[in-house]
């Protein structure tokens, strides 16, 4: 490929300004789920073991579920589908060809995924959507109604998967006897069986994040992010999947095309009015219910699906919101979302320095409420830095990297 026939990046003025928003939008949804795997033992934070919050932590657990868990990361979803159109359709439009870039781009991906979850922490998803965008490389070539059909399909092996996992909760054997403080690290994984919700592994687990050593806290990052992939790729990776083909449909249909916004009301009124009082009414029946095992893979499975509704409906509204020029907080929204990748990564290594023991030490050591406020906080320097770093450079500094080595290093610095 010459250089002339390289796509620069898209002036600001030239971007649909709708999706900027709806990445910096999603990235303040992400982090606020995240913070409870950043802060609280996988058990905890993943609902294996009991709801332990109360009072403003009963709150915050009942906001945070219904009305972020799945939703954000459902939107990026989308947005992640819609990308890899628009710019294949850009590609083969400057260049006749598209697979060779969008595969040097999803390698690389893959490559920030795996430095994040060996380095900084488990719940890394870029590694995961690398391998989906390998995936969407073929199937970005079938026909665009026959691309939504299979993400509806994708969707449905999600929700069944899910429930079907829920369901092994039935052959958990029942632990009496107490852990034992002293072991740490593999041997206290081992007398665990490698049950992250096992008596043994849980003290364990804060321990090596909260006081070390690094060896330690690497290989409880290694382990949980092996257990996390497996099941990405068993029942949430068909979610993921499934949204980022809908994603890909969207953008052939031209969504935030003025002509389009009837369509993106009707996805807004009917994904909110669907959406919201089914996460609402699961997350109740969660917190304030007494669901046994079979009951709460089917409050998972349909939260999966719930939530994909209501995602699709903010996407709506948001469209809307940006189309008529009153989203609010819309211009820093879509500098956070020009930097999506950089500020996602910077959110890891804000929350693991508050966390580490090189850094406070407050793994498992805050509440609900404390988390939410946390996020809440680490979103809005990230923002912050963000804005100040658009006022010096068109690109946030790994968006470079990543730029740079897609076009095999013909590019200019940031």
């Not at 991906?109 to 073929?138: E, K, N, R, S, T």
């Not at 993400?151 to 034992?180: E, N, R, W």
């Not at 096992?198 to 364990?204: D, G, R, S, V």
Request: some cysteine; proline content about 4%.
């Amino acid at each position: 490929m010459t250089q002339h026939a390289i796509p620069s990046p898209l002036p600001v003025a030239e971007r649909i300004s709708a999706i900027d928003v709806l990445r910096g939008f999603s990235l303040f949804g992400i982090v606020v789920v995240n913070a409870w795997f950043f802060g609280l033992p996988l058990a905890t934070g993943s609902g294996q073991t009991a709801v332990r919050a109360d009072g403003a932590d009963a709150v915050a657990w009942f906001v945070v579920t219904g009305f972020f868990s799945f939703k954000f990361i459902s939107i990026f979803s989308v947005l992640f589908g819609f990308g890899i159109a628009m710019q294949r359709a850009r590609l083969l439009e400057r260049t006749g060809r598209a697979a060779g870039f969008l595969a040097r781009r999803m390698l690389i991906l893959a490559v920030f995924g795996l430095l994040h979850a060996g380095l900084l922490w488990y719940g890394d998803i870029l590694f995961q959507y690398a391998l989906v965008g390998m995936i969407m490389i073929l199937l970005i070539q079938v026909p665009t109604t026959v691309r939504l059909w299979l993400g509806v399909a994708c969707l449905a092996v999600s929700m069944t998967g899910i429930f079907l996992f829920g369901l092994l909760a039935l052959f958990a054997p029942t632990v009496t006897d107490a852990p034992d403080l002293t072991l740490r690290g593999l041997e206290a994984m081992q007398a665990a069986n490698f049950d992250p919700a096992h008596p043994q592994w849980i003290p364990a687990e804060i321990a090596a994040y909260r006081e070390g050593p690094w060896t330690d806290a690497f290989l409880f990052r290694s382990v949980t992010w092996g257990f996390a992939s497996v099941i990405f790729f068993l029942n949430y990776g068909w979610h993921v999947l499934g949204l980022v083909l809908v994603g890909s449909y969207f953008h052939d249909i031209g969504l935030f095309d003025p002509d389009r916004r009837p369509l993106l009301g009707r996805l807004a009124i009917w994904g909110v009015a669907i959406g919201l009082p089914l996460e609402l009414t699961l997350a109740g029946l969660l917190q304030f219910g007494e669901p046994g095992v079979v009951q709460k893979a089917a409050i998972s499975a349909g939260h999966d699906i719930a939530s994909a509704v209501l995602a699709i409906g903010l996407i709506g509204v948001v469209g809307l919101a940006c189309a008529a020029q009153r989203m609010p907080g819309a211009k820093t929204l879509a500098t956070v979302g020009r930097m999506s990748l950089s500020a996602y990564l910077f959110e890891s290594v804000c929350f693991v320095a508050l966390m580490s023991f090189w850094g406070l030490a407050q793994f498992g050591r805050l509440g609900e409420m404390e988390l939410l406020l946390a996020a809440i906080l680490v979103y809005c320097g990230v923002a912050a830095a963000c804005v100040l770093w658009s006022r010096r450079f068109r690109m946030g500094p790994l968006e470079w990297l990543w730029r740079t080595g897609s076009y095999l290093g013909v590019t200019r610095t940031p």
